[in-house]
């Protein structure tokens, strides 16, 4: 009977080790295609089968390729920059290579990995087998004994759960061509510059949404259709950093721009056709500098807001899990954004703009509009994830992010920097809010980048 126990006991010991094994050993890095990558294993599943987990930018993303047994693959993005081997293989056009270069990296990563996961596990159990023993004061014999026991258990443990159970695992991983194998994700290509002269005396150029193009402030001196449609205006922040630096920005921002439609893709509005933002941004080859502002079209914020207003609730299932889906989507579409701002050739700074709280601490004003303070704090907190996207994104690029301070401003003070309920574009920056995003981004600059007209 004692002896069973002592089996039960070591059992639940070894299970415990390698549970807690599998989420405590550090993950291991690796380095390819011009991208850093942390290897690891995700929590444990019970499930024989199923994807494992890419961790891009805070966002859990299940792995298009799914891996047997219950220890899968968790892989971590640290970094995204082409580097020196990268950029000698495509050069010399060696796309196989570097391909295969991928998978056999991810593959050693993984091998790495369970080599370190079983030595931890076994020193979960060696320790408090060696204090247990100590407690009883067994003899030397003994104490040996148990703690060959423990060491031989969890090391069985370890091994059917990831060597036998998790043994095609590494091959997997070799099939790996690129991260877009496995979530899926469409190969990056290069988006063409646009038709037109150089632009080499543009200064900065703006890429993004409405809160960039200066939505619903005054229009434009002189606009063309194109800037009537998205609403590009003479207060908005682009053009604030223009006058008080007497630089010539490009204003490329699109009221209703998303990554996929307005960025890197064309955007369709009404009669006009938008095209894609970040190629007409390649025809200015001197510009010392890029500022993003884009996400919240990704994610439907503006649809989030009115169905939060309407609801009785903000925070139910239905709409959590459309929130985190889109996301999800955006934190995949900007990476692909990230890389090929990080290939621009004439490497400008790269500023990404987090966006503001719109509402303040006083949201009384908001009160007929159906928005409660809890319904704020659970569109507060929305925001705050999609600002922990750009920002954990931009700094895995190399890029700075930017967070304007709008405190004391908020929707319902004395003097907003958002535009009301009632005006053109509620929720938008004034022309006040749009300055103070021009002195961040100011402050933000480069001592020597601001000073250069």
Request: proline share 8%.
């Amino acid at each position: 009977m004692i002896i069973i126990l002592y089996v039960v006991g070591l059992s639940v010991l070894a299970l415990a080790a390698v549970w807690l094994a599998v989420r405590i050993t550090p993950l291991q890095p690796v380095s390819a295609a011009g991208q850093t990558v942390r290897v690891g294993a995700a929590p444990l599943d019970l499930s024989l089968s199923g994807p494992g987990q890419l961790d891009l930018f805070g966002q859990t993303i299940p792995t298009r390729p799914h891996f047997d047994g219950p220890i899968r693959p968790r892989l971590e993005l640290t970094r995204i920059k082409e580097d020196a081997e990268v950029a000698r293989l495509l050069r010399s056009g060696d796309h196989e290579r570097l391909t295969l270069e991928v998978g056999r990296k991810l593959a050693s990563g993984w091998i790495r990995y369970g080599a370190w996961e079983t030595a931890v596990a076994a020193g979960l159990v060696a320790l408090p087998l060696a204090a247990w023993t100590g407690l009883r004061r067994m003899p030397p014999g003994r104490t040996i004994l148990v703690l060959t026991s423990g060491l031989a258990l969890v090391t069985a443990v370890n091994a059917v759960g990831f060597y036998l159970l998790a043994s095609d695992t590494p091959q997997a991983l070799r099939d790996v061509r690129s991260l877009q194998d496995l979530v899926g994700d469409s190969p990056l290509a290069p988006v063409p510059q646009a038709e037109g002269p150089r632009l080499g005396d543009v200064r900065a150029v703006a890429l993004g949404d409405s809160t960039a193009a200066g939505t619903g402030n005054r229009p434009l001196p002189d606009p063309t259709d194109l800037d009537r449609a998205c609403g590009r205006s003479a207060d908005s922040y682009p053009q604030a950093l223009a006058r008080a630096n007497d630089w010539n920005v490009l204003n490329l921002a699109c009221s209703g721009a998303t990554v996929r439609d307005g960025i890197l893709g064309v955007q369709i509005l009404g009669e006009q056709v938008a095209p894609p933002q970040f190629a007409q941004a390649q025809r200015a080859t001197d510009a010392s500098a890029v500022m993003i502002s884009v996400g919240a079209n990704d994610v439907r914020w503006s649809d989030l807001v009115q169905l939060c207003a309407i609801s009785p609730s903000c925070d139910d299932r239905a709409s959590t899990a459309f929130f985190q889906n889109r996301l999800t989507r955006f934190a995949l579409d900007y990476r692909r954004l990230l890389r090929l701002l990080t290939a621009l050739p004439h490497h400008p700074v790269v500023l990404v703009n987090e966006y503001y709280d719109p509402f303040g601490p006083d949201i009384s004003c908001l009160r007929d509009e159906g928005l409660t303070p809890r319904k704020v704090q659970v569109l507060r907190s929305r925001l705050t994830a999609l600002n922990a996207v750009l920002r954990q994104g931009a700094e895995t690029a190399g890029f700075t992010t930017v967070k304007p301070d709008f405190e004391g401003h908020g929707l319902c003070s004395a003097q907003p920097y958002v535009q009301g309920p009632t005006d053109r574009a509620p929720l938008h920056p004034t022309a006040a809010g749009a300055l103070a995003i021009a002195l961040a981004d100011q402050k933000a600059l480069p001592r020597g980048n601001d000073e250069r007209g």
